[in-house]
């Protein structure tokens, strides 16, 4: 077996691996990153942007949300069921993470919200996660890290439950390496891959798809456990309404989360469409449905204004609010010979395609028909502006299904991002950040605290990597 010797060892080269890895090695520690794929960055490639309060961006811009207001609707959109110490540590840590990240080089465009009227929390990265990724190991080649790749822990050494020792890792050639060091920071990110671990730990009655299929499957959660970490936030999820195989470039995604008619598989609206702003809202919604899927339903006519006026609901960065829905059509097409979407010239022939019965299909549309007419939705309360009757032909529905984006949580942690076992003491030199470690979040992720999954793996990340350093001081081999 080869052996190798430093003082912290990191298990992920995701955002949150890197940054911890980072601050580590710029406070004087030798580090090693273990990675299990070819490439460092994780589900990190796909984040657009990160969370800050009180942020220098935000100050120049005149937005004025506080740490404290940003704590506190944090909290309380969560209804206080995760670890408010934690909360806090990260939000604190926010906006100096923003120019610590400005000083290397990462630019980003502003600070913005994901819907009319929320906060401007999300700072938007230019190159999104990847120039991010890239600015990290840029910085830690330049340091002289080793970033190992296709090579993942399979076991974390400890004497008993005093401290850690270091880990057990497996090189792409299957040969087995020891690592020792007296700090392992555990950043491999969440389990949203493994079929198992969501059907163990999640209530949902139907096997979700996964937006990225990366291979976030949980081994390094399950070794944490097996050297005492104890268990937390396990079933926590970051869901979204979805089409399947399509991308967040897709104009039928974007098309299919408007506030329209979403019906279930039984032909009944379900919520309020405008749901639509608060993704991981509108997947709670839909995950009550049957097989956790829906219909999105328009006319001829507004599929028109989506093409020629634009959209009200985003994706994200990727497809803007008022952007116009130029590929539609075409993406539509494309969709119908792939059994996402549906076109027909009669409510009747739409309800055949679709296997729903005509007659609820049929009150479905005078529903929101009425609505419209109206000037109320007496059902869901939607508001007026959202409301599009359903009238010209030709008649379109587009499929959506319960997708999982990550999951939030697996190994117990402090507010310095120490690992906690059973009692919830700490384990000496064992910190877990970012997507698998829990506490952050109550039941789900929390929309209000926009960018918060991305800027709590940066700034755990950090919170990790000082401690980690604070801890060598004190205990110098």
Not at 64 to 79: L, V
Not at 311 to 327: C, H, W
Request: glycine letters at 10%; charged letters at 20%.
């Amino acid at each position: 077996m080869k052996k190798l010797d430093t003082d912290v060892v990191v298990i992920g080269a995701g955002s949150a691996g890197l940054s911890a890895a980072l601050t580590a090695v710029l406070g004087g520690a030798r580090v090693i990153v273990l990675e299990k794929m070819p490439m460092p960055g994780g589900y990190s490639l796909f984040a657009e942007g990160m969370f800050a309060a009180e942020s220098s961006i935000q100050k120049k811009n005149y937005i004025g949300i506080t740490r404290d207001e940003a704590f506190k609707n944090h909290m309380q959109s969560i209804h206080w069921s995760a670890n408010g110490r934690l909360a806090r540590a990260f939000i604190d840590k926010s906006a100096d993470t923003i120019d610590w990240f400005m000083k290397m080089g990462v630019e980003y465009v502003n600070a913005v919200t994901l819907w009319p009227g929320g906060p401007r929390t999300w700072h938007i990265i230019d190159g999104g996660g990847k120039a991010l990724i890239q600015t990290l190991v840029g910085k830690l080649m330049e340091k002289g890290v080793q970033i190992l790749m296709e090579t993942p822990a399979i076991k974390i050494l400890s004497a008993g439950k005093s401290k850690i020792t270091g880990v057990i890792a497996r090189d792409k050639g299957g040969e087995d390496i020891e690592v020792s060091a007296p700090v392992v920071i555990v950043a491999g990110g969440s389990y949203a891959n493994n079929p198992e671990m969501i059907k163990q730990y999640t209530n949902l009655p139907f096997e979700p798809q996964s937006v990225v299929p990366m291979q976030q499957t949980g081994e390094h959660i399950k070794i944490a456990w097996e050297a005492g970490a104890a268990p937390d936030g396990l079933g926590v999820l970051m869901a979204v309404p979805s089409v399947p195989g399509e991308k967040p470039i897709s104009h039928l995604w974007a098309a299919a989360i408007q506030p329209l008619l979403w019906l279930n598989k039984a032909g009944e609206r379900f919520c309020d469409e405008s749901l639509g702003f608060y993704f991981p809202v509108a997947a709670n919604a839909l995950a009550k449905q049957e097989d956790g899927l829906m219909y999105t339903l328009f006319d001829e006519n507004t599929k028109r204004k989506l093409m020629e006026d634009g959209i009200d609901a985003s994706l994200g960065v990727y497809v803007p609010v008022t952007t116009k829905l130029d590929r539609l059509e075409e993406e539509i097409d494309k969709g119908i010979k792939e059994g996402k979407a549906f076109a027909a010239h009669s409510l009747a022939e739409l309800a055949k395609q679709i296997g729903v019965e005509i007659d609820k299909l049929q009150a479905s549309v005078d529903e929101i028909n009425r609505a419209f007419e109206t000037n109320h939705d007496q059902v869901f309360a939607k508001s007026s502006q959202y409301l599009q009757p359903m009238r010209q032909e030709r008649f379109y529905a587009v499929k959506s299904t319960f997708h999982v984006f990550t999951t939030l949580g697996g190994i117990k942690i402090n507010h310095r991002t120490e690992v906690l076992d059973e009692k919830s003491e700490v384990i000496p030199g064992f910190y877990a950040v970012g997507n698998c470690a829990g506490g952050m979040y109550g039941w789900d992720y929390d929309i209000f605290t926009t960018g918060g999954a991305s800027g709590f793996a940066v700034n755990s990340g950090r919170i990790a990597g000082e401690n980690a350093l604070a801890y060598l001081a004190q205990h110098k081999r």
